[in-house]
T-cell receptor, first 114, second 109 residues
Framework: GAVVSQHPSRVICKSGTSVKIECRSL??????MFWYRQFPKQSLMLMAT?????????EQGVEKDKFLINHASLTLSTLTVTSAHPEDSSFYIC??????????FGPGTRLTVT | GQNIDQPTEMTATEGAIVQINCTYQ??????LFWYQQHAGEAPTFLSY??LDGLEEKGRFSSFLSRSKGYSYLLLKELQMKDSASYLC??????????WGAGTKLIIKP
């Protein structure tokens, strides 16, 4: 069965609004979760590493004030895209890392900003 | 810098065998993963190699040579459902996955 869930799977929002994406670890407690973004026909781009109980670590070039990450519990991390614009339209994927460094991916969230 | 090199696209015939090669350069090395990604979906785990040699798992096998910075994924008895992108992703010294663009595999009847 699924190890990681994401909600919603698809979302369409208007430019200027905010969207929250949830990532849940179903099978084990995860102190670390990752958020990726993938544009069509491009590789996965790591946006940030979400650490339970502390601030997320953002990759260079990712605006932390625009992409708010909250890792409130060992099984839940949320990504909020604030003041979304059409260029934020993308496939957002979270992943959870086990002790053996294997990463399990959520099913992804396709965001379309109109 | 860190770099992954895989062919962009490969085509193979149903029932045949295909080998997808990957060369990498990373800051440190803690193993290498292969993932499968169907269009519009998230990646799914295929294999993990940390020692040199071949790991076989059903129709899929993965090989690693750390000294050469080289890995390959071997797919046997190809099925139409194997049409997907295959991502080679080494772990660097910080245990962070380094992603390339992947290889799009097209299976023809």
């Amino acid at each position: 069965g699924a190890v990681v869930s994401q909600h919603p799977s698809r979302v369409i929002c208007k430019s200027g609004t905010s969207v929250k994406i949830e990532c849940r670890s179903l099978d084990f407690q995860a102190t670390t979760m990752f958020w990726y973004r993938q544009f069509p026909k491009q590789s996965l781009m790591l946006m940030a590493t979400s650490n339970e109980g502390s601030k997320a670590t953002y990759e260079q070039g990712v605006e932390k004030d625009k992409f708010l990450i909250n890792h409130a519990s060992l099984t839940l991390s949320t990504l909020t895209v604030t003041s979304a614009h059409p260029e934020d339209s993308s496939f957002y994927i979270c992943s959870v890392r086990r002790r053996d460094y294997e990463q399990y991916f959520g099913p992804g969230t396709r965001l379309t900003v109109t | 810098g860190q770099n992954i090199d895989q062919p962009t696209e490969m085509t193979a015939t149903e029932g045949a065998i295909v080998q997808i090669n990957c060369t990498y350069q990373t800051s440190g090395f803690n193993g290498l993963f292969w993932y499968q990604q169907h269009a519009g979906e998230a990646p799914t785990f295929l294999s993990y190699n940390v020692l040199d040699g071949l790991e076989e798992k059903g129709r899929f096998s993965s090989f690693l040579s750390r000294s050469k910075g080289y890995s390959y994924l071997l797919l046997k008895e190809l099925q139409m459902k194997d049409s997907a992108s295959y991502l080679c992703a080494p772990l660097d010294s910080n245990y962070q996955l380094i992603w390339g663009a992947g290889t799009k595999l097209i299976i023809k009847p």
